[in-house]
């Protein structure tokens, strides 16, 4: 078995375009072109923590000898039958680096995310609805939309170029070309990411049909438009759909087949299964297009597995504290049990793409609340590791990892503040860490930041995600992998 690393545990591997491309010319293989088999890139093994004592000399070093034929062994032939996409919403190198070191120290690794064999960093900019030109600060809704259609955007528009028109999604090309498809998230269903999967509006929150008579007056089926999101969710028809936003269910559609009746009806009317637990989840053993699942856990966003602890003015100088579980969560399902699960579902002869996202890293860092992103970050890292599990015993899945945009949360000196807010932590080395939230002196009003993001991947295709991509790039690269026709209807 190939490893790389001191042979302790994983993290992710950045290597230049030009070696990868070197290395994959001189693997060879057979059916297919360059590249190694599932089998052969499933035995590598990534073990990349602090050699030792990370006060010796060589005690911090995470590699172990030379790389070169590990790499090569981890780059596998591109065409995969699965594509599992996972999201960390607002979820970049430091929400990344602030995770690690609070939760498995410095010299540690973040189980799956740091296990994925080759990554790279994507831009994230968006689009001027007026001037046409870059905006550098995306939201979720624009980043969204890049890499589910290809097609860069404005900021707020779902499924939708910057002149307004409808893109098609991978999701939606997928299913047109005979694929299973899954799209579960911790946020609500209608929330951006999800959305951009399943909708096309001309602005974010047009959730039910309410926002849109509001919001999206032209995209309201009274008006000859597509409909809301949860309406446009309905007719997606995806086979499995996890996540929050169940009190949008409970409006009226304003018009067409289903008019006068809530959209829970319309939903039920359509064949789906709907669950609203956890245990009503474990319970169902199929999903496919005669009977799609619909899960809804919340009347909004999933409540965040750990607790708040809002950053303050003062908070860096205050004592330091230790997270704890958020007693709201309760019974409500893991984002890697909905993982799970969708994959048990959609697995099978046909081939899948399931889009999975942790949304609440995002909502936390808008918060100033370290200890709720914190825990969202294990919510991610808990779900990549289950689809690498997937994917490591199917041999023929491809696994992305990656956030939508930069967040503003920054590692500063311990003990310190700063004209922003913060909060100092006690972290697994037994050390403290101060957070700083450095966009607003309002929790609730902390803002995107307009850095690259990293992407990293294991399986069939993987190699595209190395060096500097754009956010539109994992639209292509998907839909190729898959040998999708992006034309059929």
Partial sequence: MTKLGSGKAPVALAVSAVAVLGMVAACGGDNGGPGVSGETAAKVEINRVAAGDITAHGGAKRLAGDQTQA????????????????????????????????????????????????SGDYTTYALDKTTKKPDYTT?????GSAWATGTKTYNGAVGVDVNGKPQRSILEIARANGRRTGNVTTTELQDATPAVQVAHVSQR???????????????????????????????????VTLGGGWKTFSQTATAGEYRDKTLEAQAKERGYQIVRSGDELDAIKAADQDKPLLGVFADGNLPRLWDKATATKEGGKEAPITCAPNPAFGATPK??????????????????????????????????????????????????????????????????????????????????????????????????????????LDPGEEQHTGGQVRIAAYGPGAANVVGVTDQTDPFFYITDVLGLDRDKK
């Fill in 71 to 118: 790499i090569a062994d981890s780059i596998q032939r591109s065409k995969a039958k699965n594509v599992i996409l996972v999201i960390g919403d607002g979820t970049a190198n430091q929400e990344l680096t602030l995770a690690r070191n609070y939760q498995w120290g410095a010299g540690g690794r973040i189980p799956g995310i740091d296990e994925l064999p080759l």
């Fill in 139 to 143: 939201d979720s809704a624009a980043s």
């Fill in 205 to 239: 929150k047009c959730y039910g049909p309410v926002e849109t008579k509001e919001k999206c007056t032209s995209d309201a089926l009274e008006n000859g438009g597509l409909g809301s999101i949860t309406e446009q969710l309905l007719a997606a028809r995806a086979d």
């Fill in 335 to 440: 984002l890697a049990s909905m993982t799970k699960k969708a994959i048990d579902l959609l697995k099978g002869d046909k081939g899948f793409f399931l889009q999975v996202e942790s949304g609440s890293v995002d909502k936390a860092n808008h918060d100033a609340d370290p200890c709720g992103q914190i825990g969202e970050t294990v919510q991610l890292s808990e779900a990549v590791s289950t689809a690498l599990e997937f994917a490591k015993q199917d041999k023929d899945t491809l696994v992305i990892v990656t956030g939508d945009h930069a967040h503003t949360s920054q590692i500063i000196e311990a003990g310190t503040v700063t004209p922003g807010l913060t909060r100092t932590l006690n972290t697994k080395d037994g050390g403290v860490l101060t957070v700083n939230y450095g966009t607003s």
